[in-house]
């Protein structure tokens, strides 16, 4: 079965600081990646996805994660945060294939931005 | 991409009765999925709807405790029955899944964030 970890439960960060949010996950076959993200009081929205090719995808709002398969990680990053970036961070993955397949999401990451 | 609403947004129930959950999607779906959330855990899937037929249920979810209808494509309800206070979360309906489409991305809706007193 797939597992996915993400290291950090809660991270407090200053406004212009860099931010790396560590995503692990379990799973012997080919995997889609996804980094998800919910703002306080909203839906839970895709922010960034890695399905093949270039292994540092870029998301929205100056996000981007590299996926290293031999380490089974997902690291999501933005070099400088904004205190709008405030929010939950989950990291997911599913089984890459044909027909429907179910995420695995992590415990999420609750980041916080002080201005 | 698609809209999802659901209803409740909140709710407050006693111990021992039922709510159900409502979730409508602005376009025809196949696949929708309902997920929980509980403080400070992730969010783990309930079960998985496809009209017209039985829906699939994880490891650790049932039909009594939680029965779901899928009467179209556009519509599912998730009920909450015989309700206790470790069913305080949040409930998340989504929909696509697809690999071959949006290599199984999912949209989700804002959540039903049910109390159990």
């Known amino acids: 079965a797939q597992s996915v970890s993400q290291h950090n439960h809660h991270v407090i960060l200053s406004e212009a600081a860099s931010l790396e949010l560590g995503c692990n996950y379990s799973y012997g076959g080919t995997v889609n990646l996804f980094w998800y993200v919910q703002y306080p009081g909203q839906h839970l929205q895709l922010l960034l996805k890695?399905?093949?090719?270039?292994?540092l995808v870029k998301g929205i709002k100056g996000f981007e994660a590299e996926f290293i398969k031999s380490k089974f990680s997902f690291n999501l990053r933005k070099p400088s945060v904004q205190w709008s970036d405030t929010a939950e961070y989950f990291c997911?993955?599913?089984?890459?294939?044909?027909?429907?397949?179910?995420?695995?999401f992590g415990k999420g990451t609750m980041l916080l931005v002080s201005p | 991409s698609a809209v999802i609403s659901q209803k409740p947004s909140r709710d407050i129930c006693q111990r021992g009765t039922s709510l159900t959950i409502q979730c409508q999607v602005d376009?025809?779906?196949?696949?929708m999925f309902w997920y929980r959330q509980q403080p400070g855990q992730s969010l783990t899937l309930i079960a998985t709807a496809n009209q017209g037929s039985e829906a699939t249920y994880e490891s650790g979810f049932v039909i009594d405790k939680f029965p779901i209808s899928r009467p179209n494509l556009t519509f599912s309800t998730l009920t909450v029955s015989n309700m206790s206070p470790e069913d305080s979360s949040i409930y998340l309906c989504?929909?696509?899944?697809?690999?071959?489409?949006?290599?199984?991305?999912?949209?989700f809706g804002p959540g039903t964030r049910l109390t159990v007193t």
């Open positions: 376009s025809q779906v196949t696949m």
């Open positions: 890695y399905f093949s090719g270039d292994p």
């Open positions: 989504s929909v696509g899944g697809q690999v071959s489409l949006d290599n199984g991305e999912q949209y």
């Open positions: 997911a993955v599913n089984e890459d294939g044909s027909g429907y397949s179910t995420l695995t």
